[in-house]
Structures are given as structure tokens and as C-alpha cells.
């Protein structure tokens, strides 16, 4: 990928932070259910889990009938939620545009009594709002053709949910996906950048199939129409202009690639009518709040009813977020992430030019101290009461300790901002944090495997689609693929405080997966010039965190920490997301 971290169209996405993801399509008439059977998987794959033919699928069009559909309130909803750009489903896997596409009459316009050109009316009302349009479309999977991507993929046996439609085609011979590419894709992203003026980004997604060079022709074609038009990485093949993270996949660290997560307000990305484990507005707040931190926007998806309202739930919770936003709207628009290279366990920081922004999770906590910023502070505000707060800035070793007395208070998230003498500087070094927490992250550790030094390899855009066959650090911070038992990560860290430690290692937490211990054990050895001491794991718990078998009392000072898997459970690579000390 090019890097485009300078240029206008990056640093609008920057700016941005806030989008709302919309899936919609005939699948939202069934809303989760076939014949009377209902899925538990997500809503938009239902013709996929059920194997539905597509002479039956498509007869989902002649009753598709949105009346309750209004551009204008949809747009304002987000505008009110303070969201600054939409991203809606302009063709999904199952193949029907939600656009009047001359490439193929398997759409809203031609197929539908609805007949209104879906597309069209929100760019329109986007344009009206100043709201920034995106568009999806799913290049590779489309379960109304013959010859689109997914079949030669061993991952789906016919017995599961498949990526291609293998009940009307199961012979996978003669399938030709450059046939479907240039008939059906290429003409149709060529209409949705020609028919509805700038479009802010195209969201690709699932490159089954697609090859380096259709990729190529494809992120050609966008440019060579919308120069400015964002491509995220679900295009394939690594290429694309940002970083688009798996579903529901929240980053562990500070990215320097322009990124964004992509999150289900419940658990369905399309509507289920029975789905109500709705995220609660506090639970947005707080992941917009540490994606910010984390340089990555955040795009939230709802899933309209199939005739085209809004479920109430999904506008009392984006009302309630909108709220906050609305207050805290210089904390989080146009800043960037954490500028310090390691993170705090009390909460997140942003920052924009001299200014830092504190979120504090607790909001009942009445004093802060930041560990090793070494910019002179100048005034501290709460926003929340919009009134100054008291500080004090002390020397301590390689940067300074900076104490704010905090005002408790019931707002989900309170914000303060800190006004600085010059851009904001953090010490290197790791150091303790507030009531003395110590996080370590691979990203800032020194590798060896064998004993010989080596550089973790990074993920590029796209590789979250390919097998993980080494040890790597992913597109989200975590480290991949841990296999090799002679594998160390050191870090050198400071301790500001005398004290019995506890050491508590995190394995990264996947959406919807429960907590299970794995045979996974581990050493921690921390030296200092003075001793050397250990803590192990006899296992640890996927999905969560797990705390060493003993306890260590170190002195304050400087520390060298090693982190060695002594025994690695076979078959069962292990993600890696951060190793901590915390005060007991």
C-alpha cells in the first residue's frame, strides 16, 4: 500500500472517525427465519444457511416493497449521532443491487415494486446533510451467479454454510470467474462511481477467488473514475488505501495505518427480527472512545426492518450516543490517536496538535497520574463541566508525572483535555501508570528465536484473509501464530513504585467466544542490576486474561522482562496481546 497518511483524502478518512454501516437487502424481509426454521447465524448469509434455490430467493423482490424507507431520516439519524459519513450494502452476497444497474435487472429499480433507485435517494440526502457517502459491494461473493468466487475454497464443506452457491451449482468445473468479474463488477462499481457523484470510500469485501491482477484492474478502475474515492483492504491481494479489520475486531494498540473497525450495534449485521442483544450506548461510547485512542475510525452497523424503518432500539441507542458526542466532539473529530507509544490501563488518550485528551472508564475515580510525558502542561479543562481542573506536573526519571484532580460525575467517558507548551512528547521507555499498572505489548518488545535476535514480521493489508503459517504481528497489534517454543520477547520497562507485583498475561478476546483455559504455559523473568526473579503459567485462558501462579515484590527502578512459552499446547497457535504488572 502506498503511503497516503498525507494526503487530503487520508486525512478526511482521519477526521472522520465516526461512520454508519447499513446493511440492507432482500434478506431483511425474512428477517432471520426460512419456512419457519430460524438461523443463528448472521441475518444477510440466510440464503447461504439455508441453501435456498435462487428460483425461490428471487421471489424475495417481487414483495420487496419499502415504504417506511426515508433517506432523509436515515442521513439525519447519523448526522444527530454524530457520525460524519454512511457506508450502505449497494450489492451483498446475494447478489441484488440496491441501485438501478444497467449491467444486470437483478435490482431495486427493475425487479422490485418498489422500484425507486435506493442509492440514488441517499446520496442525495447525504449531499443535503453534508454527510460523506460510501458504498458497498461484494465483489467476489454472489449467490446469484454461476460463476462468482467462493467454490474453490476447502474451508466450507457443502454441509455448512458455503461461500458460493453450491446447491444450484455444485460441479465446480467450468466456473469462471473472469466471466462474472467483467460482465457483472466491473460495470457495476463503474455505475455506482458515474451515477451518484463523490463517493467518499467503496468497502470491498471477502476476496474469495479474486485474483492479484482482477484486484489490481479493480482498484485501477476505481481511480481511474474517483482518484480521491478510498478502497479499504477487503479488495484483496493487499492492495487498498486503509486497513479495514475483521468484524467486531477491536485494535490492542495505537495503529499507524489508516484503519477502521467495523462493529454490529447487536449481533446481526442484517435484521433478525428476534436479535435484541443490543450494545448498550455506553458500550458504544466507550469502543469510539478507544478506537479514537487507537487511530481507527469506528463504522457502526445497523440493519433496517425489510420495509424499510429503523428498529426503535437502534435510534434510542444512536440518540443517546449522539448525545455524548455532541459534548465531546472536540475530543474525538479531527484528533489522532494515542501519540505514546505504550498504553494506560485507566482509560484512553487522543491528541490534536499541543492538546492531549484524557477518557477516564471509571467516572467515579478522583485523581489521575500520567507516568512520562515530557511537554510542559499549560492548563487542564473538564469538559464535561467545562471548567478547569487542578493539576500538578512533577519531574520524575525520563519525563515528568502529571496528577489531575478529576470531578466525579455520571456521564459515561468523561473527557479533559490538557493544553500544552508544544506537540506531546511521551518518554520511549515503558514505565508504570497510575496505581502503578505496567502493560507491555509485542509491537515495543526485542524478539529472539533461539537466541538470535530477529524482527517480528507485520501484517500487510489483506493478510487477515491468509493462513497464519509464522509468528507475525496482525493488522490489530496482537502477535499471530506463536508456534516456536524458543521464541523470547524483552522488554525493558521502569517501575515508579516499591510493591508486591501481580503478573497477568492477555490472550485477545474474539467476538461472542467464551473464556477457556488452554494448555498454554509461560515464564516471566524480570531482572533488574540488582536481582533476577520469575513468575510462571501452568495454563492460560483464551478469550481473556490469566494471572501468574505467584506473586513477585520488586523495588522501584529499571527492569529487563522476559517472556518465554515453555510448553505450547500442539495445534493450537497462540495470539498473544499483552503481558502485564499490576500493584495488589
Known amino acids: 500500500m502506498a503511503d497516503m497518511r498525507q494526503t487530503p483524502a487520508l486525512e478526511r478518512f482521519f477526521d472522520a472517525r465516526f461512520g454508519l454501516f447499513i446493511h440492507w437487502g432482500l434478506y431483511s424481509l425474512l428477517a432471520g427465519e426460512w419456512q419457519g426454521q430460524r438461523m443463528d447465524d448472521i441475518g444477510e448469509w440466510i440464503m447461504s444457511y439455508h441453501k435456498i434455490p435462487i428460483r425461490d430467493y428471487e421471489q424475495l423482490a417481487a414483495r420487496f416493497n419499502p415504504t417506511a424507507f426515508d433517506a432523509e431520516a436515515i442521513v439525519r439519524m447519523a448526522k444527530r449521532a454524530g457520525m460524519r459519513y454512511l457506508v450502505i450494502t449497494s450489492k451483498h452476497h446475494e447478489g441484488f443491487a440496491l441501485f438501478h444497474s444497467k449491467a444486470d435487472r437483478y435490482n431495486v429499480v427493475e425487479a422490485t415494486p418498489f422500484g425507486r433507485d435506493i442509492i440514488a435517494e441517499l446520496a442525495t440526502a447525504c449531499r443535503k446533510h453534508d454527510l460523506k457517502l460510501g458504498l458497498y459491494y461484494s465483489q467476489a461473493l454472489d449467490w446469484h451467479e454461476r460463476d462468482a468466487g467462493g467454490w474453490d475454497d476447502p474451508a466450507y464443506l457443502p454441509e455448512r454454510r458455503p461461500w458460493a452457491n453450491i446447491w ?158 455532541q459534548r465531546n466532539t472536540q475530543a474525538i473529530f479531527g484528533t489522532r490517536g494515542n501519540p505514546c507509544s505504550y498504553d494506560f490501563a485507566w482509560g484512553s488518550l487522543t491528541a490534536r496538535t499541543n492538546q492531549l485528551f484524557c477518557f477516564i472508564d471509571d467516572n467515579q475515580k478522583q485523581q489521575l497520574t500520567i507516568n512520562g510525558l515530557r511537554t510542559r502542561v499549560l492548563q487542564v479543562m473538564n469538559l464535561d463541566a467545562n471548567l478547569p481542573a487542578t493539576y500538578r506536573q512533577d519531574t520524575i526519571q525520563d519525563g515528568t508525572a502529571l496528577t489531575i484532580d478529576l470531578t466525579p460525575t455520571e456521564s459515561v467517558q468523561p473527557a479533559y483535555r490538557i493544553d500544552l507548551a508544544g506537540v506531546p512528547e511521551f518518554a520511549a521507555m515503558p514505565m508504570s501508570q497510575d496505581q502503578g499498572q505496567l502493560l507491555l505489548f509485542p509491537h515495543l518488545a526485542a524478539a529472539k528465536r533461539q537466541d538470535v535476535p530477529f524482527v517480528l514480521p507485520r501484517q500487510g493489508l489483506g493478510d487477515r ?120
Open 168 to 325: 444450484d451449482f455444485p460441479d465446480p468445473a467450468g466456473k469462471n470467474f473472469e466471466a462474472y468479474f467483467s460482465r457483472k463488477v466491473l460495470p457495476q462499481v463503474r455505475e455506482i462511481l458515474t451515477q451518484y457523484g463523490d463517493i467518499f470510500l467503496i468497502w470491498f469485501d471477502t476476496p474469495r477467488t479474486i485474483s492479484t491482477e482482477q484486484s489490481r484492474r479493480l482498484y485501477d478502475l476505481v481511480k481511474s473514475i474517483q482518484p480521491d474515492c478510498l478502497v479499504n483492504s477487503r479488495i484483496g491481494n493487499g492492495l487498498g488505501d486503509y486497513s479495514s479489520l475483521g468484524d467486531n475486531q477491536l485494535p490492542t494498540i495505537p495503529l499507524t495505518v489508516a484503519t477502521e473497525s467495523p462493529v454490529t450495534l447487536n449481533d446481526t449485521w442484517g435484521y433478525k427480527s428476534y436479535d435484541h442483544n443490543w450494545k448498550s450506548s455506553h458500550d458504544i461510547i466507550g469502543k469510539l472512545v478507544r478506537l479514537a485512542a487507537k487511530n481507527t475510525n469506528f463504522l457502526l452497523n445497523i440493519g433496517p426492518r425489510g420495509d424499510g424503518s429503523i428498529p426503535e432500539e437502534t435510534v434510542r441507542i444512536l440518540e443517546e450516543t449522539g448525545a455524548w458526542s
Open 465 to 584: 484473509y491468509k493462513k497464519v503459517t509464522t509468528e507475525a504481528l496482525s493488522s490489530a497489534g496482537s502477535l499471530v501464530g506463536w508456534t516456536d517454543p524458543t521464541l523470547t520477547l524483552t522488554w525493558d520497562a521502569l517501575l515508579l513504585q516499591d510493591g508486591t507485583y501481580q503478573a497477568a498475561i492477555q490472550l485477545p478476546v474474539h467476538y461472542l467466544q467464551e473464556p477457556s483455559p488452554v494448555p498454554h504455559q509461560f515464564r516471566l523473568t524480570v531482572t533488574s542490576a540488582a536481582e533476577s526473579l520469575n513468575t510462571s503459567w501452568t495454563s492460560v485462558t483464551e478469550n481473556g486474561g490469566s494471572a501468574a501462579d505467584s506473586l513477585l515484590t520488586l523495588q522501584a527502578g529499571q527492569y529487563r522482562l522476559t517472556l518465554q512459552a515453555i510448553v505450547l499446547a500442539p495445534d493450537r497457535p497462540l495470539s498473544f496481546q499483552s503481558v502485564s504488572l499490576y500493584r495488589v
